[in-house]
């Protein structure tokens, strides 16, 4: 009986170790608990503060439910959360630029000498060793000569309208104070208006001052041609190739597209005046008030195939014209 007390005795003291050691236990699981949760409510405020962007006040997240578990700790550790990046504030609109913001100036200058390469200098009475009736600047007696000095300004003003003006100040002045003319003035070239009549700019109207669409070598720009000047036989029929009036021009889609490969590839072309196209102008010519109120008639057309690698293009124009030409007075005798 002695035996099997001291038996019951110790194993009573044994109890009574283990309970302080398994309250300890369970005093760590809760302390690990409310971390978890601690965690978890940081979690959810971060998350919070990051999605609300434009929103300065702050954000009260929805806290999870804590454990039953009541905690047997007296105190707990303070939690720090971190503020969030304040969200960058919405780039402003772009604004849109005004009309004459959206124009671009280019130009360019072409200068000329004139000499003979073989043959007398001089011709007999009456006649000019070297001459052009559209060109005064080519002379027996001249030498260097300004033949253009040119000025753009350009642009598309909306998605509709586009516009475009060019003066020259090569231009010659004759019958002033002297006798002998005078360089380097001013002179109006091109002064119009393309207006679109689709958003595929495949039909416009163009308004004002512009080239005649008669001749292939009179379109093209004189930046793009290899020569400085034109021959006499098709310049003749438009001289300054500009007149003042009215054009409508179509360009379908597929030949757009085969210019804009050409041009891509360096191409020197005539300009973008249409496949199809028809004006009406007074046909007095450059810079002339008009004389009988009759209007000069135009129609083009033209059209690029591609063979290949190649292209060829076929193309034709006609013009029917009154003109009232220009008299001088008789030089008086001397």
Request: avoid cysteine; hydrophobic fraction near 40%.
């Amino acid at each position: 009986m002695i035996g099997s007390k001291h038996i019951q005795t110790g194993l009573a003291v044994s109890l009574l170790a283990l309970m302080p050691q398994a309250a300890q236990a369970q005093t760590v699981e809760q302390l690990q608990t409310q971390i978890d949760e601690l965690k978890a409510q940081v979690q959810a405020l971060v998350s919070a503060l990051a999605a609300s962007k434009n929103q300065a006040a702050p954000v009260v997240a929805q806290v999870p439910p804590q454990s039953a578990t009541p905690a047997t700790t007296s105190s707990t550790a303070p939690v720090v959360l971190a503020s969030a990046p304040t969200a960058a504030p919405a780039a402003a609109p772009a604004k849109s630029k005004a009309w004459y913001e959206k124009l671009s100036l280019r130009g360019y200058t072409q200068m000329r000498y004139n000499a003979f390469l073989s043959g007398d200098d001089t011709a007999p009475a009456g006649m000019s060793r070297l001459r052009s009736v559209h060109d005064s600047g080519i002379s027996d007696r001249g030498s260097f000569s300004l033949r253009r000095v040119r000025l753009v300004i350009q642009g598309d003003i909306s998605d509709r309208v586009s516009l475009y003006l060019q003066p020259d100040f090569a231009t010659a002045v004759s019958n002033q104070a002297g006798t002998e003319r005078r360089e380097g003035f001013g002179q109006l070239r091109d002064a119009y208006a393309d207006v679109f009549l689709d958003k595929a700019k495949t039909v416009r109207m163009r308004f004002g001052q512009s080239k005649v669409p008669y001749g292939w070598e009179n379109m093209q720009s004189s930046s793009n041609r290899l020569t400085l000047d034109r021959s006499d036989a098709i310049n003749s029929a438009v001289p300054g190739e500009r007149d003042l009036g009215v054009v409508a021009y179509y360009t379908p889609p597929a030949v757009q597209k085969i210019w804009d490969d050409l041009a891509h590839d360096g191409q020197k072309l005539f300009g973008n005046y249409g496949a199809f196209g028809f004006g009406v102008f007074n046909g007095q010519g450059i810079n002339k008030t008009e004389q009988n109120r009759g209007l000069m008639k135009v129609a083009l057309a033209t059209w690029p195939f591609e063979i290949g690698d190649q292209v060829v293009e076929f193309g034709g124009s006609a013009m029917l014209n009154d003109v009232q030409p220009e008299l001088r007075p008789a030089a008086s005798a001397r």
